[in-house]
C-alpha cells in the first residue's frame, strides 16, 4: 500500500459504489458485519444525512471506514434525530488521519449521536470527543421468578402477526423492521392497552445466548409485566435478561453491575433507558 500524503488522503461519504469493497475493509476489524451495508441499504434515511457513512481514501483507495445508523425518533420534546456511531476501522498505517474520519461523522447539527458499544480502552476517548455516558451500568433480571406481575397476554409480531389498530403506525413499524433485524418484538395486551417490546438475542463470551432490552415505552412497563413476558422468553430458552439501568429495577428479581456496558451520548436529547431501537446492537446484533 502506498504510504499516505494529506494530498492524496480524503473523507467522504459511502456510496452505494463503495459498498463491495468498504465492506472488505470494515471485515478486517468487524468480521461479523458482513450484513451491515444491506440493512442500511433497506431501511429510510433521514433527508441530508449519509446513508452509510464516510470512508477515508488515499489516492481513490479505502482505507477507512465509518458506519452510521440514523433514525428520526420520538423523544420528550417530539421527534429528534439520532445517529448511532456504529463500526469503524482505519488501515494503520492511516491512523493518524482517523480524527478527519470522526470529524465527518460528528459534524451534522441537531443530531443526538450515540455510542453504545464502547469497549472500556475507548471511552476515555469518547469522553474527550464530548460525550457523557447516560446510563450506569446493567441490570440481569429473571423476569419469569418475579412475583407480582399483571395480567396480560403476549405474542410475537411479524408480517403475519402485526399489531394493526393496536399501536400507533410508527411503533408497530418499530415492531416490524426489528423483527426484521432477526430481534424479538412482542405485543403486550392488555384489556386495554397493547404495549411494545423489543429484545436481541446476543452472546455473552460468545457463547452463552441472553436477550437485551432493546425498546419499551417506559422501563417501569417491564417490572408491570414481568411475569408474562418472563415466560414467554423462557418458552424459548431464556431465563435472564439484560436491561440498560442505574441500579437495581424494583419488581424485578436479579442483579445490578455498576460499570458495565455503559452507553454515551452526545447531543441535545439525554436517551432514555430503554430504547436502544436503530443502533447496531438491534440491527446488527453486536
Given amino acids: 500500500m502506498s504510504r499516505p500524503t494529506s494530498r492524496k488522503v480524503r473523507a467522504r461519504q459511502i456510496v452505494d459504489s463503495d459498498i463491495s469493497r468498504v465492506t472488505d475493509l470494515l471485515a478486517k476489524g468487524f468480521p461479523g458485519h458482513s450484513r451491515a451495508f444491506a440493512r442500511l441499504a433497506n431501511r429510510p434515511c433521514p433527508e441530508g444525512l449519509?446513508?452509510?457513512?464516510?470512508?477515508?481514501?488515499?489516492?481513490?483507495?479505502?482505507?477507512g471506514v465509518i458506519l452510521l445508523?440514523?433514525?428520526?425518533?420520538?423523544?420528550?420534546?417530539?421527534?429528534?434525530?439520532?445517529?448511532?456511531?456504529?463500526?469503524?476501522?482505519?488501515?494503520?498505517?492511516?491512523?493518524?488521519?482517523?480524527?478527519?474520519?470522526?470529524s465527518c461523522a460528528l459534524?451534522?447539527?441537531?443530531?443526538?449521536?450515540?455510542?453504545?458499544?464502547?469497549?472500556?480502552?475507548?471511552?476515555?476517548?469518547?469522553?474527550?470527543?464530548?460525550?457523557?455516558?447516560?446510563?450506569?451500568?446493567?441490570f440481569i433480571a429473571a423476569p419469569a421468578l418475579s412475583s407480582r406481575s399483571s395480567v396480560?397476554?403476549?405474542?410475537?409480531?411479524?408480517?403475519?402477526?402485526?399489531?394493526?389498530?393496536?399501536?400507533?403506525?410508527?411503533?408497530?413499524?418499530?415492531?416490524l423492521e426489528h423483527e426484521k433485524y432477526g430481534c424479538i418484538s412482542l405485543c403486550v395486551e392488555t384489556a386495554e392497552v397493547a404495549y411494545p417490546?423489543?429484545?436481541?438475542?446476543?452472546?455473552?463470551?460468545?457463547?452463552?445466548?441472553?436477550?437485551?432490552?432493546?425498546?419499551?415505552?417506559?422501563?417501569?412497563?417491564l417490572p408491570r409485566f414481568a411475569g408474562p413476558i418472563g415466560r414467554f422468553l423462557l418458552s424459548r430458552g431464556?431465563?435472564?435478561?439484560?436491561?440498560?439501568?442505574?441500579?437495581?429495577?424494583?419488581?424485578?428479581p436479579g442483579k445490578y453491575f455498576d460499570g458495565r456496558m455503559p452507553k454515551y451520548f452526545k447531543g441535545r436529547d439525554r436517551p432514555r433507558l430503554g430504547d436502544l431501537a436503530y443502533t447496531e446492537i438491534a440491527m446488527f446484533g453486536v
Fill in 152 to 175: 396480560a397476554e403476549v405474542r410475537s409480531v411479524s408480517r403475519e402477526r402485526s399489531t394493526a389498530g393496536q399501536i400507533e403506525s410508527w411503533e408497530q413499524n418499530l415492531l
Fill in 69 to 102: 445508523i440514523f433514525a428520526d425518533m420520538r423523544a420528550a420534546s417530539g421527534y429528534t434525530t439520532r445517529g448511532n456511531v456504529s463500526s469503524w476501522y482505519v488501515e494503520p498505517a492511516f491512523r493518524s488521519y482517523a480524527a478527519l474520519l470522526i
Fill in 197 to 221: 417490546f423489543v429484545f436481541r438475542v446476543r452472546r455473552m463470551k460468545g457463547i452463552i445466548p441472553y436477550p437485551q432490552l432493546v425498546y419499551c415505552r417506559d422501563i417501569q412497563d
Fill in 238 to 252: 431464556h431465563l435472564f435478561v439484560a436491561i440498560d439501568s442505574d441500579g437495581p429495577i424494583k419488581g424485578l
Fill in 50 to 63: 449519509p446513508r452509510y457513512g464516510y470512508l477515508l481514501e488515499n489516492d481513490g483507495v479505502p482505507v
Fill in 107 to 138: 459534524r451534522h447539527k441537531d443530531i443526538t449521536y450515540l455510542n453504545v458499544t464502547a469497549a472500556p480502552s475507548t471511552r476515555a476517548i469518547a469522553e474527550a470527543q464530548g460525550y457523557l455516558r447516560y446510563n450506569g451500568g446493567i
